[in-house]
């Protein structure tokens, strides 16, 4: 079965300092991957998207990058954060082709002070 | 691009009182349309889905939606609620045969009183 792992789970850093989150998945190839920032109140927003090694589409301007040097991983980052980075951060993994349902990640919760 | 509304934010129920959860999409084509829960402390997960088909889909634990296309609603039901089924529901729409990238709402967020 496919499943995503993340870390850290919870992470507090001051403004300005870097970031980095990991996802990697396990049970499939191929896959299309997303992460998707959830603030409260605010639903799922949908950050970046990628449907394979080296390609990434950002959905929204920001501070925020990533990447996708492995088949099964992809990389959230930021050179400097800023308060309104705070937030949780779920990676979701699609099917591939036709394979509509996301399968999320139990999410990384970013603290930024 | 697709969007989709939420209208309840936050209710709060009593157990055994029917649940009605409202979501609405905006696009002009076929659609495919979901929804998904997040219980306390778990992860994000499907509840159900509609593709095809029979309009009126059934999810787990006694959840179901219908899908009315006039209305570009896909809102969700059950009968009689339980306190397991506080959580946050969050509606997704996704433009059949487009790129791979679901929008989702805003979510509500349910608390039901034992």
């Known amino acids: 079965s496919q499943t995503i792992h993340q870390w850290p789970a919870t992470l507090v850093q001051p403004v300005g300092s870097p970031l980095s989150l990991e996802c990697t998945v396990e049970?499939?190839?191929?896959?299309?991957l997303y992460w998707y920032r959830q603030a409260a109140g605010r639903g799922l927003q949908l950050l970046f998207y990628?449907?394979?090694?080296?390609?990434i589409s950002s959905e929204v301007p920001q501070n925020l990058s990533a990447s996708r040097p492995q088949d099964r991983q992809f990389i959230l980052s930021s050179k400097k954060l800023l308060l309104s980075d705070s937030g949780f951060y779920l990676c979701?993994?699609?099917?591939?082709?036709?394979?509509?349902?996301?399968?999320f990640g139990a999410g990384s919760r970013l603290t930024v002070l | 691009a697709q969007s989709v509304s939420q209208h309840n934010h936050h209710v709060i129920l009593s157990e055994a009182a029917s649940l009605e959860l409202g979501c609405n999409y905006s696009?002009?084509?076929?659609?495919?349309l979901f929804w998904y829960v997040q219980y306390p402390g778990q992860h994000l997960q499907l509840l159900l889905k509609?593709?095809?088909?029979?309009?009126l889909v059934k999810g787990i634990k006694g959840f179901e939606a219908e899908f009315i296309k006039s209305k570009f609603s896909f809102n969700l039901r059950k009968p009689s609620v339980q306190w397991s089924d506080t959580a946050e529901y969050f509606c997704?729409?996704?433009?059949?045969?487009?790129?791979?990238?679901?929008?989702f709402g805003r979510g509500t967020s349910l608390i039901v009183h034992p």
């Open positions: 990628s449907v394979g090694i080296g390609q």
């Open positions: 509609y593709f095809s088909g029979d309009p």
């Open positions: 979701a993994l699609g099917g591939g082709a036709g394979a509509n349902v996301l399968t």
């Open positions: 997704a729409v996704r433009a059949s045969g487009g790129s791979y990238i679901p929008t």
């Open positions: 049970g499939t190839s191929n896959p299309n």
């Open positions: 696009y002009g084509g076929t659609v495919n």
